[in-house]
T-cell receptor
Framework: DAGVIQSPRHEVTEMGQEVTLRCKPI?????LFWYRQTMMRGLELLIY????????DSGMPEDRFSAKMPNASFSTLKIQPSEPRDSAVYFC???????????FGQGTRLTVV | GNSVTQMEGPVTLSEEAFLTINCTYT??????LFWYVQYPGEGLQLLLK?????DKGSNKGFEATYRKETTSFHLEKGSVQVSDSAVYFC??????????????FGQGTILTVHP
């Protein structure tokens, strides 16, 4: 398997623009996670899904952030409008069961100028 | 809710020194415990895991034992190498309760090993 695939790997955008990050989980996995990593705040869980249904979105910073999982093989994280403080590395991860390890993608480095 | 606390970093060691990174947790139910490693510019990789009390996870010379009585999962390595320089994260998941399936991480510990 190719592992968890995220795109793009790098994104530079101007403040106020819409940004969409994409994730393809490992085939057959039924949990999907979105994390954000910064030097100041470390690794933060934004939202996670089970069988395409959002289970906990309490980590989503504000209404500018939204995440969807239209099917088992694809998820998006959208920021609209983007702000400089959204600059971070965003990771997607997936797992097979509720108590097993999760596998991470390589991340998307977002820079908002 | 569930939480994970790691020792403060950064940790700086000389090659061949002994490594301990402390990790304690709070969880409802019986969590599975993990150590992940992140090398510069990369995503997180699973280093080792343990799924029940007294289990010992091991990989690449690293070990950690699931201690239910002290709610701890400390990471150890007898002789570190320069290539072990990375950020290490302790994490837990519980399959039941209100946080079922949630993967909770500690704040991470930066390890630097000098020749």
């Amino acid at each position: 398997d190719a592992g968890v695939i995220q795109s793009p790997r790098h994104e530079v955008t101007e403040m106020g623009q819409e940004v969409t990050l994409r994730c393809k989980p490992i085939s057959g996995h039924d949990y999907l996670f979105w994390y954000r990593q910064t030097m100041m705040r470390g690794l933060e869980l934004l939202i996670y899904f089970n069988n395409n249904v959002p289970i906990d979105d309490s980590g989503m910073p504000e209404d500018r952030f939204s995440a969807k999982m239209p099917n088992a093989s694809f998820s998006t994280l959208k920021i609209q409008p983007s702000e400089p403080r959204d600059s971070a590395v965003y990771f997607c991860a997936s797992s097979l069961l509720g108590d097993t390890e999760a596998f991470f993608g390589q991340g998307t480095r977002l820079t908002v100028v | 809710g569930n939480s994970v606390t790691q020792m403060e970093g950064p940790v700086t060691l000389s090659e061949e020194a002994f490594l301990t990174i402390n990790c304690t947790y709070t969880a409802t139910g019986y969590p599975s415990l993990f150590w992940y490693v992140q090398y510069p510019g990369e995503g997180l990789q699973l280093l080792l895991k343990a799924t029940k009390a007294d289990d010992k996870g091991s990989n690449k010379g690293f070990e950690a034992t699931y201690r239910k009585e002290t709610t701890s999962f400390h990471l150890e390595k007898g002789s570190v190498q320069v290539s072990d320089s990375a950020v290490y994260f302790c994490a837990l998941r519980t399959a039941g309760g209100t946080s079922y399936g949630k993967l909770t991480f500690g704040q991470g510990t930066i390890l630097t090993v000098h020749p």
